[in-house]
């Protein structure tokens, strides 16, 4: 039997990894609307406005749960990651902002080439910073450079050292290639246009090979930049199957992209991201933040974490129907030709 912070700690890593597979589809999103090119750069962000339009706002949800349980149900680590890593979490929020500020008023806004395109650029932009930044902490936070006294709760930080190394930020990159992955072949099948089609396939091969190429480059890092998830991936009884299954799952939606199976490369992908982000928590546990706090220590106590949990379930409960009901409707039958 689990214990109580053990659930909600697995909770925060599911609203994690559904994050990413919207609201980190929607960064991607952006990715793509930077490097709109040739003759159908135009009905490409068009493309990407009405996929992201309906639904972006309320991925955002899943980002809120995860920071208000560790604010809740961890408040020693969310006090450790908000003092050490406030450089990076206010760069991630500034992105938020701008990317969701930049696309109403892209929307809204004069219609004009020239302010369109200043808008596209700053939603862009700030879509590309914002999982650089998520990535950056979440290696900073795996990485075991982050020191703080339990009784006192005292930081040992110099708010730039456990963050800007190469390991946090090439899990910064790593996710960016991530998003961008996810959102290419989800395009893919938001139009019947055969050319826009074949635009994102060709993104999604491309963002597939970043993933491999920026996962290897955090592996190899991990050595010297976090080698609590270096032992927990390279050494652990479950990581050489998990490794096989994940790289199996990789390939198969390589293939499926190459020979335009987009029904079940949209089924493969997200399989993968779900994988490697299980797979990261399953590395760092027992840990929350390496290498000195982990769930139990810093976990508030069970008269908290109890009703917590009560009102988590309750919150599934209504929330999982009402994000069916919201894609069934804005995203049923939302296609470009």
Known sequence: MF??????????????????????ADFGGGVWDLFA?????????????????????????????IVVLLFVAF?????????????????????????GTAFVF??????????????????AIASII???????TLGAVASGTIHVDIESGTVDT????????????AIGFFTLTL???????????ETDNSELQEDFRVRAIIAAVSVGATAGISFLLSAKGAPSIRQGLGNSVWSIPFHILTGAVAV????????????????????QVVLIIFGWGLAQFPYIVAPNLTFSNTAAPDSVLRPVLIVVIIGGIILAPAFWYLYAVFKGASRTR
Not at 130 to 136: D, F, N, R, S, Y
């Open 3 to 24: 214990s109580l912070e053990i659930w909600i700690a697995g909770v925060m890593l599911i609203s994690l990894i559904i994050y990413m597979l919207t609201g980190g």
């Open 37 to 65: 090119t040739g003759p159908r750069a135009k009905t490409q962000r068009n493309l990407i406005t009405n996929a992201l339009a309906p639904i972006w706002e309320a991925n955002h949800v899943w980002l809120i749960v």
């Open 75 to 99: 408040p020693v680590a969310f006090a450790t990651i908000g003092t050490a890593l406030h450089i990076p979490l206010t760069l991630m929020l500034i992105g938020i902002v701008l990317r």
């Open 106 to 123: 892209r929307t809204y806004d004069d219609q004009s080439d020239k302010t369109h395109l200043r808008w596209s650029r700053v939603f």
């Open 130 to 136: 914002t999982p650089i930044m998520l990535g950056v």
């Open 158 to 169: 110099d708010f730039f050292s456990s963050w800007f190394a190469p390991f946090p930020f």
């Open 179 to 189: 998003c961008a992955l996810l959102a290419a072949v989800y395009l893919t099948l």
């Open 252 to 271: 198969c939606a390589i293939w499926s992209i190459w020979r335009r199976y987009f029904q079940i490369a949209r089924v493969l992908v997200p399989i």
